[in-house]
């Protein structure tokens, strides 16, 4: 059974910085390394969005609000997801949740974390 731990969150202030992992477990360090990954955040009251994305190649795609900021990363060996925050501001607040699938595109399949809250105080 594959499942994914979020942590790294926090309080903190405005402009600050934060690094949140999601170590997955269940998986092996070959097939997590197939897998697209991706970090989510939804606020109270909101849809869970999108914040970036890594491929199994690598390849990193970002939401405008975090570009330039933020930056996912993944250790296939450490079967475990990054990201980088920087510069937070309090409209970042929200809880972040990781997930692991063969198409991000898709909504259904593939894993996901309980989250973990990151809260950015002004």
């Known amino acids: 059974q594959v499942q994914l731990v979020e942590s790294g969150g926090g309080l903190v202030q405005a402009g600050g910085s934060l690094r949140l992992s999601c170590a997955a477990s269940?998986?092996?360090?070959?097939?997590?390394?197939?897998?697209?990954l991706g970090w989510y955040r939804q606020a109270p009251g909101t849809l869970r969005d999108l914040v970036a994305t890594i491929s199994s190649r690598g390849d990193t795609n970002y939401a405008d609000s975090v570009k330039g900021r933020f930056t996912i990363s993944r250790d296939n060996a450490k079967t475990t997801l990054y990201l980088e925050m920087n510069s937070l501001k309090p409209e970042d607040t929200a809880g972040y949740y990781c997930?692991?699938?063969?198409?991000?595109?898709?909504?259904?399949?593939?894993?996901w974390g309980r989250g973990t809250q990151v809260t950015v105080s002004s």
């Open positions: 269940g998986v092996g360090s070959g097939m997590f390394s197939f897998n697209d």
């Open positions: 997930r692991l699938a063969k198409d991000l595109t898709l909504s259904l399949g593939g894993y």
